[in-house]
């Protein structure tokens, strides 16, 4: 079965300084793979995705996701932190069925609440 | 960009009672919608799959009489807890993806609704 792993449950880092939120995989064939954040009592947006291609990915916010295949990771990065980037960090999966085909499920990780302090 | 709105974003109801969520996409057409269900400080776990014009596909362990999904429009999905109890309290959360979107792109999520059952 497909799934996303976030070992930490918060991550916490002062302002200005590079954060890094971790993200490891286990998928079947290729990954579709995508970062979302939650603020308080709302839905998620959309960060970036990866699907092909570069394996650095440039999302919104200032935030980058690497993607690396050896070590089936995909780690949410971003070079200085604000205090306003504090909020709950999902990595998602698209899941894939029996047959090996994408499906049109998201498969989430647990989260990791970022803090940034002033 | 895609916009789901979601609503209500807050409701309080007495225990026994139905509550209905509304899912609206408002600037396209979503042939599938999900529902989610989020637990302080957890992930989300999917409920089910809506499907324009079809019955709902429900996520394994998920009450299907109890939570009455209908997607009537390509426009909107509704899900209905009925006969609510206080373990229902939870924040359900949407999310739609495009019409002949291509299946690699990340899905657009609703602002949730934080149901409390008294």
């Known amino acids: 079965a497909q799934s996303v792993a976030q070992p930490e449950d918060q991550v916490n880092v002062a302002e200005g300084n590079p954060l890094t939120v971790k993200c490891t995989y286990s998928v079947s064939g290729n990954p579709y793979l995508f970062w979302y954040v939650q603020y308080p009592n709302r839905g998620l947006q959309f960060l970036l995705k990866?699907?092909?291609?570069?394996?650095l990915v440039k999302g919104s916010y200032g935030f980058e996701a690497e993607f690396n295949k050896s070590h089936t990771s995909f780690h949410l990065k971003k070079p200085s932190a604000l205090v306003s980037d504090s909020a709950l960090y999902f990595c998602?999966?698209?899941?894939?069925?029996?047959?090996?085909?994408?499906?049109?499920?998201?498969?989430f990780g647990t989260g990791t609440l970022l803090a940034v302090q002033p | 960009g895609a916009v789901v709105s979601q609503h209500p974003s807050r409701v309080i109801c007495k225990s026994g009672t139905s509550v209905k969520i509304e899912c609206r996409s408002l600037?396209?057409?979503?042939?599938?919608m999900f529902w989610y269900r989020q637990f302080p400080k957890q992930s989300l776990m999917l409920m089910a799959t809506s499907n324009e014009g079809s019955k709902a596909t429900y996520e394994q362990g998920v009450e299907k009489d109890k939570f009455l999904i209908n997607h009537a429009s390509l426009t909107l999905s509704t899900l209905t807890v009925t006969s609510a109890h206080p373990e229902d309290s939870s924040f359900y959360i949407c999310?739609?993806?495009?019409?002949?979107?291509?299946?690699?792109?990340?899905?657009?999520f609703g602002s949730g609704t934080r149901l409390t059952v008294v």
């Open positions: 600037d396209f057409q979503a042939t599938t």
């Open positions: 999310s739609a993806r495009e019409a002949g979107e291509v299946a690699n792109y990340g899905y657009t």
């Open positions: 990866y699907i092909t291609g570069d394996n």
């Open positions: 998602a999966v698209r899941d894939r069925g029996s047959y090996g085909g994408a499906t049109n499920k998201l498969i």
